[in-house]
């Protein structure tokens, strides 16, 4: 990802903060040298320092088969807003947009339920823990055919994520003027996206005012 050095985000407690809350990822990877993507939901744990992300995709999707063969890219994306180039003291400026988006690369190891019956149980639970707290004991209630008959036909990956790039695009190339004003502005939007870029831009701001003091 491109990331000019105003944007980076480098703190990985706040990237996996924002992995977490915006978990329903597009997960990339390469098949037979073509790049293909599922977009599903991720669970994100941190062990000893160590970032994974653990999911997983349909056997009849393909793009398990890639799985350990090389890396693995998860792409997470958050709220995002068109930037008028009308919202700047220098009228002689170019329209942008703002975002927050982070990318893990990493490894993933392929689980599947008649190899590793024991990660596939992990994963489920922790699936089910992330998303549907209220459905466990219903899930455990369930006969033994039917949830087998459900993770066979399921392949799990846990992925080691190796690197994370954050970008968070919030106008920390403007002035402070320019800023303020976009900020205020999307604030007042009725578009959710546009009031969390809003949101984020005016917290940064407060950062860096604090960081200054």
Known sequence: MYIPTAFREDDMEKLVAFMRANSFATVV???NNIPVASHIPLVVTVENGVVKLSGHLAKANSQWKSFGLGETLAVFTGPH????????????????????AVHAYGLSQVITLGDSPELMDK??????????????????DLSDNFREGMMNGIIAFEMTVTSLEGKYKLSQNRSHYDQSNVAHTLLQSTETNVQAIGKAMKQNLETDGESSK
């Open 123 to 140: 994963m489920i639970d922790e699936m089910i823990e992330t998303y549907d707290s209220d459905y466990k004991s219903q899930w455990h």
């Open 29 to 31: 990877s390469i098949v």
């Open 81 to 100: 807003a068109y930037i008028s180039p009308s919202l700047y003291e220098k009228k002689e400026s170019v329209p942008t947009w703002n975002y927050i």
